[in-house]
């Protein structure tokens, strides 16, 4: 019905919200398979996922819920099939806010470059394309009856993540410090966040954890501060029709990225941000699966430390992992894709129930 | 509790005070770390600071209950309150109740709020009715111009009232505002 308003609270009516979700995963879809990428649907009852800092399966049964279909995808790419790329619903626990839902839709897909090494710009003009056309595509669904709408964004910037965080906080940061080498600095970040430490947590750092392990929790925290206090009201004084990728990325938050091999203090990873929201998260994937489970260690240390239950390591990836060609990869939400191209600045707003 | 399973009006205990969040903001950024930004008020001082927390902090629930009493009497350093059911009396020391004394009446029923089973503070309903106990003589037919004199109530709060208003007249004044809002007729 016309001018019917969807229960799940304000925002667009239900009809233009299943025009403008049409309009998106269409326009997804036409993007990706234009590029020679073959759309898969991988299982979203998994035995493991990929062990990250602070994102928390959900269970299901004896299995998780998959938080990503990542490792699913990659194992694809190790056994040859080729570049591809998949909609995936995703779930992740306790995610929950204006840009968060525990259940979300990501488009996940993979370039197999196979010998050639372009890094990680072919995932960000891929970012930029999908962007475009689904701006494009729900702006023509929903005509003008959504006005406010913000302009799709028309430049693309590429930002250098250390040098800006150093720049901002009146430091120089090489993207290896250690945590005790961070703590002062991490100290002053929590302080103008409105971060009260709890008894016992100040002084040196994570007392009792591995180098490495504290190393990953201090960058962790200390990029999420700066992002929400300092990054963010960057973002929204840029232009609102300027895009965003943010690169070179401290070693420390390298993920399931590559370390760039000139200097291997920093990771081959970006972000892109669109009207100051994240969107989408690229590595040119690592590939080597002693140093992968490694890093997925350290995060089990922290979970450990901090007094979450254990997951399983992802052996059957880790296996396999040798086999992964050179490829870029990338993950973008498309339900907040939606509400940007929306003009809605929640994700309830444009959500199908 | 766990910080994930903090909402708008979750109450906290933090360092042995009572706060409830009013607002309320989850952000993660990139494979970060979630921060949970709220804006918190001290249930007994009323003071309204920021606070963030990490994924993965814990908080401590506040033992807080709000219960409804009527005013009996003032002793000059505290004020006697009595549950009109059960005829049990309670005493809030005036220190805690801050400027909403000048609002206590006979009989006027308010949520008095208990912290650890111990009265803390006091909530008044947001109007009140109170007789004028001293002002100026009232001006008839001046209902207009928006002048306005002072005037004494009889609990010996003072606010600005319009020039007709006299003597034993009934005002209605909004608690939260302190402001006169109209004349009440019997």
């Known amino acids: ?353 | 509790m766990d910080v994930s399973d903090l909402k708008k009006n979750s109450k906290l205990e933090i360092d042995g005070q009572p706060w409830v969040v009013t607002d309320f903001q989850f952000v993660k950024p990139g494979k970060g770390q979630g921060l949970y930004k709220c804006k918190i008020k001290n249930m007994i001082t009323g003071a309204v600071i920021d606070r963030t927390w990490r994924s993965g902090e814990r908080l401590t629930d506040a033992d807080v209950e709000s219960r409804k009493f009527e005013f009996l009497f003032s002793t000059g350093d505290a004020y006697t309150f009595m549950d009109s059911a059960t005829y049990e009396q309670v005493e809030l020391q005036a220190d805690l109740a801050g400027d909403e004394a000048k609002f206590l009446m006979d009989n006027l029923s308010v949520d008095i709020l208990f912290y650890n089973g111990r009265p803390v503070g006091l909530t008044l309903p947001s109007h009140v009715t109170m007789e004028v106990a001293q002002c100026e003589p009232g001006v008839k037919g001046d209902t207009a111009t928006g002048a306005t004199k002072g005037a004494t109530l009889q609990t010996g709060y003072e606010v600005q009232v319009p020039l007709f208003i006299k003597i034993g007249d009934k005002l209605k004044i909004d608690t939260r505002t302190g402001a006169y809002v109209e004349r009440v007729n019997d």
């Open chain 1, 1 to 353: 019905m016309p001018g019917e308003v969807s229960a799940a609270g304000d925002g667009l009516a239900t009809r233009d919200r299943v025009l403008a979700w049409d309009a998106a995963l269409a326009a997804v879809r036409g993007q990706l398979r234009a590029a020679g990428l073959r759309e898969v649907s991988t299982s979203i009852r998994v035995d493991a996922v990929a062990l990250e800092p602070w994102i928390e399966p959900l269970a299901s049964g004896e299995k998780l819920l998959a938080t990503s279909p990542e490792l699913a995808m990659k194992r694809l790419l190790c056994r040859g099939g080729g570049s591809m790329f998949q909609i995936a619903h995703v779930f992740r626990a306790a995610e929950r806010g204006a840009q968060h839902s525990e259940e979300f839709h990501l488009i996940e897909w993979y370039r197999d470059q196979q010998a050639r090494l372009e890094g990680i710009t072919p995932g960000m003009q891929d970012v930029e394309r999908i962007v475009a056309a689904v701006f494009e595509a729900v702006g023509a669904a929903l005509g003008d009856r959504v006005r406010e709408r913000l302009p799709a964004p028309t430049r693309w910037r590429r930002v250098n993540l250390l040098a800006l965080m150093g720049e901002t906080l009146g430091v120089q940061l090489v993207g290896n410090e250690s945590a005790e080498a961070l703590a002062p600095l991490l100290d002053r970040v929590r302080a103008a966040g409105g971060v009260v430490l709890a008894a016992g947590e100040s002084g040196p750092h994570h007392l009792g954890l591995g180098p490495d392990v504290a190393r990953l929790l201090a960058w962790t925290e200390l990029f999420s501060l700066w992002s929400a206090h300092t990054f963010d009201p960057w973002l929204a004084g840029l232009p609102p029709d300027v895009g965003v990728h943010v690169e070179r990325f401290p070693a420390s938050l390298a993920a399931l990225a590559e370390l760039e091999p000139d200097e291997r203090c920093t990771a081959a990873r970006f972000e892109s941000h669109v009207g100051g929201i994240e969107l989408a998260n690229g590595y040119r994937e690592l590939r080597d699966p002693v140093e992968q489970r490694r890093r997925f260690e350290h995060v089990a240390g922290i979970r450990a430390h901090v007094g979450l239950p254990p997951l399983p390591m992802p052996d059957a990836f880790l296996a396999e992992l040798e086999a992964m060609p050179a490829s870029v990869g990338v993950a973008l939400g498309l339900d907040r894709l939606v509400a940007l191209a929306c003009g809605q600045p929640r994700l309830d707003q444009i959500r199908l129930l």
